[in-house]
């Protein structure tokens, strides 16, 4: 595969690529309804890198799951390039908060099960091995490939969580909350192999996350949501810095502390954590 | 293992020093020669001299762990019993004299003098392959039908209580209609063997597949496996370490029916031998046969959950 270098814009333009409209989520247990999200209207291009955050029990995942074609939506619409997304497929690949990977198969045909499905018919034998391997070279796990991921760290398995990912070719790559799991260190290091990736690869991407200096680090928007139930899209930030993005330098940006600080007054000034009663 | 641990070491320059607690035991005999590095800094202290056995005398004393405390135990309860039955109006047999009665029961297994009187080993055989075409086809019909009752909420609605029900009913007590409907012994015990041992294998493969982790069925969306990848690539081998329990208790039913269902539907097998050595008042047979079963019972229970570790390696774990 070989796309062309990602723009080095950080806003993307062109036609909307993935487009919510008007979504509603109300889930119906017994006799009562809650509402989750409440008309949530979204344009997200193509190679963009779209953040979306909020405090927990905001409907952040309800909102990936919605585009993963997990769960459907109660009234309004998500469209991947005009068409409606109403089932789950494998041209939205999702990266699972706790890896999701399948414990009894190794770290290679965790990969390639996601290759065989995606490329069976289209790819010799010969070709779907080198691609599950050029995959896991990605993310730097050729090494362990003959391990079970019972054998591995967890940060090594969020990598081969990312690397099946990335091995469906998806037009859009959903990520729930990567590397909330992970320690710090560990995260910074994957978050440096995401932005090589996306700088790359190109690929449109939704990363759900409750990190402030992750958003900000790693994504051309920002879309922060306002506390549930009922959660809707409270704003949408800018972040026009320029990639490849070093974290160091950024630390003393004014572009990168001013959309830090932006977000952070969001989260924690207008809408703030209410504890549930 | 820790960062290595230097006591007397000086900080003007960085020290690697090997300690005691570092080295390989084979050179823990002589003091080893400290690295260059750490020449004048560091006093090599003599390792601690502690005893290792060898590995043999390590592999011979697990082993007589293992086993000399049920030959105790055994060797006991041989004496308690002969002690209770060595009097003139005992009515069991003692061990002294079943030994007397049954040897060449006990010590040849497969001599064959005519064909009803033939050895236990012979038996045992007969009666094991009912039980392999009665326990095959439980398993299987068991994983299908557990996999079906376990993902589908109106099958186990509509199934879950009629399981219930049936598998108490004793393995016996299905014999009379199996006879009738088979018109034959044969496969009568097979089915009476089948009926007993099919509801474990169903009931825990269904648990098995309801426990299956959201996780996993998210990935097999976006995935898109289809029915028959689904049931391959993620229920059985999610679901396996519940099958095999299944699997393991139906082993251990299907002995215990095969020896009831012998007794009734005669032929070759160990439970028509029970039921003809009483008939005979042949009670030392009996017991050497009820040894025969405890241990081919037990072999059986190993073997299943051999084959259960074996397959679910890597599952369990993680």
Request: hydrophobic share 50%; with cysteine; proline share 7%.
């Amino acid at each position: 595969m070989s796309k062309p270098i990602a723009p080095q814009t950080s806003h993307p333009s062109g036609k909307p690529f993935l487009r919510l409209e008007a979504v509603c989520k109300t889930f119906r247990r017994g006799g009562s309804e809650t509402e989750v999200l409440r008309d949530i209207s979204l344009d997200i291009a193509e190679r963009e890198f779209v953040s979306i955050i909020g405090h927990s029990g905001c409907g952040k995942s309800t909102m990936l799951n919605l585009v993963a074609g997990l769960t459907q939506v109660t009234t309004g619409a998500v469209l991947l390039e005009n068409r409606e997304v109403n089932e789950p497929g494998p041209e939205r690949a999702v990266v699972f908060q706790n890896h999701s990977l399948l414990p009894w198969l190794t770290v290679y045909d965790n990969v390639r099960i996601a290759v065989d499905k995606v490329f069976g018919r289209t790819k010799s034998r010969a070709e779907r091995d080198a691609w599950t391997l050029h995959n896991l070279d990605l993310v730097q796990m050729t090494h362990a490939k003959d391990k079970r991921p019972s054998e591995i760290s967890g940060g090594m398995k969020q990598r081969v969580g990312i690397a099946r990912a990335l091995a469906m070719e998806p037009k859009v790559l959903l990520m729930d909350e990567p590397f909330g799991a992970l320690d710090a260190l560990t995260r910074a290091h994957l978050q440096e192999t995401v932005m090589q990736i996306h700088a790359r690869l190109g690929n449109t991407v939704i990363m759900i996350t409750h990190d402030v200096d992750e958003a900000v680090l790693l994504s051309d928007r920002i879309v922060m949501m306002t506390n549930g139930p009922s959660a809707r899209v409270g704003e949408v930030l800018d972040v026009p810095l320029t990639r490849p993005r070093n974290r160091l330098e950024l630390v003393a940006d004014a572009e990168y502390i001013r959309a830090r600080e932006a977000v952070l007054k969001f989260l924690y000034e207008r809408h703030r954590y209410v504890e549930a009663a | 293992m820790n960062a290595p641990l230097s006591i007397n070491a000086a900080p003007p320059r960085p020290v690697l020093v090997e300690t005691a607690a570092s080295r390989p035991p084979a050179a823990a005999a002589q003091p080893a020669p400290a690295p260059a590095t750490a020449k004048q800094t560091v006093v090599p202290l003599p390792a601690p001299q502690r005893y290792r056995p060898s590995r043999a005398v390590a592999i011979a004393y697990d082993v007589a762990a293992a086993v000399v405390p049920p030959l105790v135990v055994l060797a006991l309860m041989l004496l308690v019993w002969q002690l209770a039955t060595s009097g003139p109006d005992a009515t069991l047999p003692s061990p002294l004299k079943i030994w007397a009665d049954s040897s060449d029961l006990i010590t040849q297994p497969f001599f064959v003098n005519g064909p009803q009187d033939i050895g236990l080993g012979w038996r045992v055989l007969t009666s094991l392959e009912r039980v392999a075409y009665g326990f095959g086809l439980a398993a299987i019909a068991g994983i299908v039908l557990g996999a079906f009752v376990g993902q589908s909420v109106w099958a186990m609605r509509g199934l879950d209580p009629i399981f219930q029900v049936l598998r108490t009913v004793p393995p016996l007590a299905w014999l009379p209609i199996s006879l009738a409907a088979f018109r034959d012994s044969g496969p009568s015990a097979v089915f009476v063997i089948f009926i007993t041992a099919v509801w474990p294998v169903i009931i825990n493969t269904a648990v098995g597949i309801r426990n299956i982790p959201q996780d996993y069925r998210n990935v097999a969306e976006v995935l898109r496996l289809n029915p028959i990848e689904y049931f391959w690539r993620i229920m059985i081998p999610s679901a396996a370490p519940y099958i095999f329990t299944g699997l393991r208790i139906g082993i251990g039913l299907s002995w215990l029916a095969i020896v009831a269902a012998e007794m009734l539907t005669g032929g070759v097998g160990i439970g028509f031998f029970i039921w003809d050595a009483w008939n005979s008042s042949r009670l030392s047979d009996i017991v050497v046969a009820l040894i025969y079963i405890g241990v081919v019972g037990f072999v059986l229970d190993r073997l299943v959950a051999l084959v259960g570790r074996i397959a679910t390696r890597g599952t369990a774990s993680a």
